[in-house]
């Protein structure tokens, strides 16, 4: 089956045909596209396949139950993003805390009313446009972004670029507690340092973009690597590579020694090219030429 990606598509899953009748009725009649699934199980399969823009969750269903279908939905990389509403007959304030942990974004109770549902179709509906539209946009120009939810620290959504420059850098094992930390300097009025990987010369840079106390955090990704930095400082001051090569390191903080050491030469023959580099950049000291260049490579 062909799904247009620009009509409202609703998965509804419950294991009692009539309640998957009447939901039908009344959304086909709302001009939503509407899909079923009577198990957990189908579920999942139709909402990778479909990409519904909602999912109609049942909560207590035999074999894999509302919450670990949630949960296997929120689990999947290209499910993830879809909001998951719980039907449930169940008040009880565990139940609704269990809809929660599993991933739900929304509940509606039982005996379900039909405008109830439709109002909090269209407000998730909405939401989930929106993030549609810029996911599209961030694409389109190219720009290495990802979404995460600070509740979980999971990756909810992610850019092409974003996700070629992630592979090979481990970050599943960082990233969760860095997004942690940074939540919570946020929500203390604080800033929190970005996120740096390291990897054979290379490093991928993660910094919050937008912050969001419970819904999606978007973070810009920004990969660097010391044959950039190198050829960017010869070109902008009019250093030699081995000029560009010590200021660099000098940047970074290590010291004639070493520098030294990194490079396969004595401190004395630094100083030589750092006294250089102090004519070419106008300034005196390792500090100045160490700011002078982070200020110029910010702007360019």
Same mark, same amino acid.
């Given at each position: 089956?062909?799904?247009? *990606?620009?009509?409202?598509?609703?998965?509804?899953?419950?294991?009692?045909?009539?309640?998957?009748?009447?939901?039908?009725?009344?959304?086909?009649?709302?001009?939503?596209?509407?899909?079923?699934?009577?198990?957990?199980?189908?579920?999942?399969?139709?909402?990778?396949?479909?990409?519904?823009?909602?999912?109609?969750?049942?909560?207590?269903?035999?074999?894999?139950?509302?919450?670990?279908?949630?949960?296997?939905?929120?689990?999947?990389?290209?499910?993830?993003?879809?909001?998951?509403?719980?039907?449930?007959?169940?008040?009880?304030?565990?139940?609704?805390?269990?809809?929660?942990?599993?991933?739900?974004?929304?509940?509606?109770?039982?005996?379900?009313?039909?405008?109830?549902?439709?109002?909090?179709?269209?407000?998730?509906?909405?939401?989930?446009?929106?993030?549609?539209?810029?996911?599209?946009?961030?694409?389109?120009?190219?720009?290495?972004?990802?979404?995460?939810?600070?509740?979980?620290?999971?990756?909810?959504?992610?850019?092409?670029?974003?996700?070629?420059?992630?592979?090979?850098?481990?970050?599943?094992?960082?990233?969760?507690?860095?997004?942690?930390?940074?939540?919570?300097?946020?929500?203390?009025?604080?800033?929190?340092?970005?996120?740096?990987?390291?990897?054979?010369?290379?490093?991928?840079?993660?910094?919050?973009?937008?912050?969001?106390?419970?819904?999606?955090?978007?973070?810009?990704?920004?990969?660097?690597?010391?044959?950039?930095?190198?050829?960017?400082?010869?070109?902008?001051?009019?250093?030699?590579?081995?000029?560009?090569?010590?200021?660099?390191?000098?940047?970074?903080?290590?010291?004639?020694?070493?520098? +030294?050491?990194?490079? +396969?030469? *004595?401190?004395?023959?630094?100083?030589?090219?750092?006294?250089?580099?102090?004519?070419?950049?106008?300034?005196?000291?390792?500090?100045?030429?160490?700011?002078?260049?982070?200020?110029?490579?910010?702007?360019?």
């Amino acid at each position: 089956m062909n799904f247009n *990606s620009e009509s409202n598509i609703v998965l509804v899953v419950d294991d009692v045909p009539e309640n998957l009748a009447v939901l039908h009725d009344a959304l086909d009649e709302s001009g939503y596209t509407v899909l079923v699934a009577n198990n957990g199980e189908t579920a999942l399969i139709r909402a990778a396949e479909a990409q519904p823009h909602i999912i109609l969750l049942d909560a207590i269903m035999p074999g894999m139950n509302g919450f670990d279908t949630c949960r296997h939905l929120k689990a999947n990389l290209a499910t993830r993003h879809i909001p998951v509403v719980f039907m449930t007959g169940l008040t009880e304030a565990e139940h609704v805390v269990a809809a929660f942990d599993a991933g739900g974004n929304d509940y509606v109770t039982k005996p379900l009313r039909t405008s109830e549902v439709l109002a909090r179709i269209a407000s998730h509906m909405q939401t989930a446009r929106l993030m549609d539209q810029a996911r599209t946009a961030l694409d389109a120009f190219g720009n290495a972004v990802i979404a995460m939810t600070p509740r979980d620290g999971k990756v909810v959504w992610q850019t092409p670029l974003a996700r070629t420059l992630m592979q090979g850098y481990m970050a599943d094992a960082e990233l969760p507690a860095w997004l942690h930390a940074t939540q919570l300097a946020h929500s203390q009025g604080q800033s929190h340092p970005p996120l740096t990987l390291a990897r054979s010369g290379r490093r991928l840079i993660f910094s919050a973009a937008e912050f969001s106390e419970n819904e999606q955090w978007m973070i810009v990704l920004r990969e660097e690597s010391d044959t950039a930095q190198i050829e960017k400082l010869m070109a902008t001051f009019k250093l030699t590579q081995r000029e560009s090569e010590v200021l660099n390191w000098v940047i970074k903080g290590k010291t004639n020694r070493d520098i +030294g050491d990194i490079l +396969g030469t *004595s401190p004395r023959t630094i100083n030589k090219h750092l006294e250089h580099v102090f004519v070419k950049l106008g300034v005196e000291t390792r500090t100045s030429a160490a700011s002078v260049a982070m200020a110029k490579m910010d702007r360019s």
